[in-house]
């Protein structure tokens, strides 16, 4: 029981490290910035939860301490995680990808970001 | 065995640091660098668990849920600020 509880946390610890370090290194190595967007907020967030599951395991079983923290601190990482790349792919649309490049959306309707262009980007259009 | 995958998850997230940061020096955009702050938040939550498990203590559970809590509001006022100049109107 205890050797099979030590392997699990000890497998869960070293995959979590491999997905986090995977991550950060996708952030460096992946080619434009719509790419980039995948490695943190889909490798990281599954490194961490790694990481937060063998937590969990170890002061429940080992450290005989259980907590719901873990499931606390997971549960708000991989909801706002959707929400940050989803900002900041708007923020990098707005910014950096002229509405000409856009492919088209195959509906009536234009790019809905794009709605209120004027007033979305006026304040940095000329910075 | 714990111990040794402690410190292979520790040296792993610490790597990770310091590609986000040497990420945060040579970006080639703004958001790219907004995305590297976020992904440090991260890491900095992960090695702060790490280190509760590695002192056998649950007092940095709080600390991680600031962190997360601090790490997503920037990150939004950030792209609030990319995108409209302003924070609050």
Known sequence: MTLVTEILISVLLVVAGIFGIVGSFGLLKLPDPMTRLH?????????IGGV??????YFGL?????????????????LTAPITANFIAK????REVPVS????TGTDRAWA??????????????? | ?????LTFAFSCFGLALLFNLWR????????????????????????????????????????????????????????KFMLRGYIIE
């Not at chain 1, 937060?52 to 395991?57: K, N, Q, R, V």
């Not at chain 1, 490049?101 to 088209?104: A, C």
């Not at chain 2, 065995?1 to 995958?5: D, P």
């Not at chain 2, 938040?41 to 940095?60: D, K, W």
């Open chain 1, 101 to 104: 490049e856009l492919p088209p």
């Open chain 2, 24 to 79: 945060i020096v040579s970006a080639p955009g703004v958001p790219d660098r907004v995305l590297a702050l976020d992904t440090m938040v991260i890491n900095m939550i992960a090695l702060l668990v790490l280190y509760g498990i590695r002192q056998g203590t649950g007092v940095n559970f709080e600390a991680a849920l600031l962190f997360a809590m601090t790490g997503f509001v920037s990150t939004v006022a950030y792209c």
């Open chain 1, 113 to 127: 970001t794009y709605d209120h262009d004027i007033a979305e980007t006026a304040p940095n259009r000329n910075l």
């Open chain 1, 91 to 94: 923020a990098h649309l707005h």
């Open chain 2, 1 to 5: 065995m714990i111990e040794l995958a």
């Open chain 1, 62 to 78: 080992v450290a005989d301490s259980f907590s719901w923290h873990e499931i606390l601190i997971s549960l708000f990482l991989f």
């Open chain 1, 52 to 57: 937060l599951i063998a937590s969990m395991l």
């Open chain 1, 39 to 47: 490695a943190p907020t889909k490798a990281t967030t599954i490194g």
